[in-house]
């Protein structure tokens, strides 16, 4: 389910920056801004709330029903990363920063920017769980490789 999260968010958030409505986009940024707030006070489960709704409004301002109708299984991934403690207690300040950079170039209607952001993030989710995987000794079954289009 993460590889095909992977494959689909940066897409995504390519073409929410066409398609995202000024509203919708603005509300991309608070959400990222909420989110900053509630990892840096370590309040986990409204980070979370959060995070989930972020990537679901990502989905939405695509404008592609296909990935629209993902947004369960982004939650349940995201949801399944806090339950297993693959996630750490205070997000990365990156993680953060990737969120808002991601918000802003839907803003801004750069949807090559927004697409490395959410490719960016993607692959810090990717060595987060990576890193509790080893401390834990827990098996590594993830690909690093995200999904980027051919040049």
Same mark, same amino acid.
């Given at each position: 389910m993460t590889e095909l999260r992977t494959?689909?968010?940066? =897409?995504?958030? *390519?073409?929410?920056a066409d398609r995202a409505g000024h509203d919708e986009a603005s509300d991309l940024v608070g959400l990222a801004a909420k989110m900053w707030a509630a990892g840096k006070a370590g309040d986990e489960e409204r980070f979370l709330r959060l995070d989930i709704e972020f990537h679901r409004r990502v989905l939405l301002a695509s404008g592609n029903e296909m990935f629209v109708r993902l947004q369960d299984l982004v939650a349940?991934?995201?949801?399944?990363? $806090?339950? =297993? $403690? *693959?996630?750490? =207690?205070?997000?990365?300040? %990156?993680?953060?920063?990737?969120?808002? &950079?991601?918000? #802003?170039?839907?803003?801004?209607?750069?949807? %090559?920017?927004?697409?490395?952001?959410?490719? #960016?993030?993607? %692959? #810090?989710?990717?060595?987060?769980?990576?890193?509790?995987? &080893? #401390?834990?000794? &827990?098996?590594?079954?993830?690909?690093?490789?995200?999904?980027?289009?051919?040049?």
């Open positions: 494959a689909i968010e940066p =897409h995504a958030a *390519l073409l929410a349940e991934v995201l949801t399944g990363r $806090h339950k =297993h $403690h *693959l996630m750490p =207690h205070h997000p990365h300040e %990156e993680a953060l920063r990737l969120h808002a &950079e991601v918000a #802003q170039a839907i803003q801004r209607h750069e949807g %090559e920017r927004a697409r490395l952001a959410m490719v #960016q993030l993607m %692959e #810090q989710a990717f060595e987060e769980m990576r890193s509790l995987w &080893e #401390q834990t000794a &827990e098996p590594v079954r993830l690909s690093r490789s995200v999904a980027r289009p051919p040049r």
